[in-house]
């Protein structure tokens, strides 16, 4: 069985860090791209960035991009988000997601872990 475990969400400042983990399991981890979804308040899904399998190339969405890196660690089966100068708009519950399957690929999700920003 699939499992995706997210953790390391808080409160946090205007301008601090944190540091987000995806604890993998029930796959062979290192064959598959990795990603981070957030969903803010009120707000649909928005792609936060992904990771290819042997960890070497990284995507961002441009509201993160210079501020969020995507690492993983393939001895670990593990994923982390290093966010920095966080921003109120950065609250949201943040997914940890990965897809493959043959031949309809299925997305598989985390239960999410809250990041909120603020004063």
Known sequence: ???LVESGGGLV???GSLRLS?????????????SWVRQGPGKGL?????????????????SVRGRFTIS????KNTLYLQM?????EDTAVYYCNTRFGYPRPHD?????????VSV
């Open 13 to 15: 400042q205007p301008g």
């Open 72 to 75: 993983r660690d393939n001895a």
């Open 22 to 34: 995806c604890a993998a399991s029930g796959f062979t981890f290192d064959n598959y791209a990795m």
């Open 108 to 116: 598989y999700w985390g239960q999410g872990t809250q990041v909120t």
């Open 1 to 3: 069985e699939v499992q």
């Open 46 to 62: 928005e792609w936060v960035s992904t990771i290819e399998p042997n960890g070497r190339i990284t995507y961002y969405g441009e």
């Open 84 to 88: 920095n100068s966080l921003r109120p």
